[in-house]
């Protein structure tokens, strides 16, 4: 028996620049069902609306007001916008150049919607995602929905996919309190945020060797200096995230860290031997630290794996929540 859906719940914000196409968009969303639909041509109204848990769908032009639109959604995806880093982001484009739908996709959109396109047609790449949402994935620079068939060359082990709330399907199915949602949001963002510390050792135990190389063969130079850049960033962002978790005491090693990659110094600079001697030491104790939460992701992983060989029939038992 299929879930009675109330679009009237829903709540989307338009972001286009076209009047005629926003206006197209929003009648064939009100058709539908749609009631709580806030339109606007400019990206600080969008922006609004996600950080104050406006909304549970966004629809916007990726071109309006330049790349904003992407360090939003890159800013969404990483929690630093808003209390919901799941909202469900379709794009849309004009643009159908390879590295303009690449941009779009790597900043964790949902989906890519090439214009012009009928309004109507639209709408239903809307309704796909009440029940069909990619897992999202967690790399050193990206979160958000997975859309690699295999793993990348050279990559040491499959990406964790995490199945990631879905607010625009908890409003419309109304099957879930808010209350519920939210909890099930911030669970969801503790998996997420282990998974790019883990993600972030590992990283820092790759770029301490080939830093190590160079200054022991005395060819340093800009691979050397990008390496030390991406050190650093990784150490910070590591640093951010233990902070509160469970993993909070290992803070203090990713300071040090941070610490010792500011010293070291790059091509053209004096070395600072300690630092460099410091490195290595470091990483390998951050590392072991952190083994608890990188079994995790690879046993999660694993789950993840066995479950998909298998087809599971209708849930039985229980009564939906509303969500109010």
């Known amino acids: 028996m299929q879930s009675r859906q109330h679009f009237d719940l829903a709540r989307v914000v338009l972001g286009e620049s076209r009047r005629e196409f926003r206006q197209a968009t929003k009648t064939a969303l009100l058709e539908r069902g749609f009631r709580h639909v806030i339109d606007t041509d400019e990206m600080e109204g969008v922006r609004v609306c996600l950080t104050a848990d ?6 916007c032009d990726g071109t309006l007001e330049g ?6 959604v890159r800013r969404l995806r990483h929690h630093e916008t808003g209390d919901n880093p799941f909202i469900v982001v379709l794009a849309t484009t004009e643009d159908a150049s390879e590295g303009a739908v690449r941009h779009l996709i790597r900043c964790g959109a949902d989906d890519v919607i090439l214009k012009p396109l009928a309004a109507e047609a639209l709408v239903r790449r ?3 995602f009440i029940s069909n949402r990619k897992p999202f994935a967690v790399t050193d620079d990206y979160i958000g929905p997975d859309r690699r068939g295999a793993p990348r060359p050279g990559e040491p082990e499959p990406l964790p996919l995490i199945e990631v709330p879905n607010p625009l399907q908890a409003r419309i199915l109304n099957q879930i309190t808010q209350s519920m949602l939210k909890r099930a949001v911030q669970d969801c963002w503790i998996r997420i945020n282990e998974c790019r510390i883990g993600r972030h050792s590992e990283q820092i135990e790759r770029l301490v060797q080939p830093i190590l190389d160079a200054y022991a063969s005395g060819t340093v130079n800009e691979a050397t200096a990008g390496h030390l850049a991406l050190l650093l960033r990784a150490a910070e962002d590591l640093s951010a995230r233990l902070a509160g978790s469970r993993f909070d005491h290992v803070g203090k090693l990713a300071v040090t860290l941070i610490d010792v990659a500011r010293r070291i110094g ?3 600079q004096a070395t600072d031997h300690r630092a460099l001697d410091l ?3 470091l990483s390998s104790a951050i590392a072991a630290a952190l083994v608890p939460v990188r079994e995790s992701v690879r046993t999660s992983h694993a789950i993840r794996e066995t479950v ?3 087809s599971w029939g209708p849930q039985e038992g229980g009564t939906p929540g509303r969500l109010m």
């Open 54 to 59: 406006m909304v549970d769908l966004v629809i």
């Open 67 to 72: 790349r904003y639109f992407c360090e939003l």
């Open 126 to 128: 809307v309704e796909r």
């Open 266 to 268: 790059g091509p053209g």
């Open 279 to 281: 490195l290595p030491r």
């Open 308 to 310: 998909s060989r298998y």
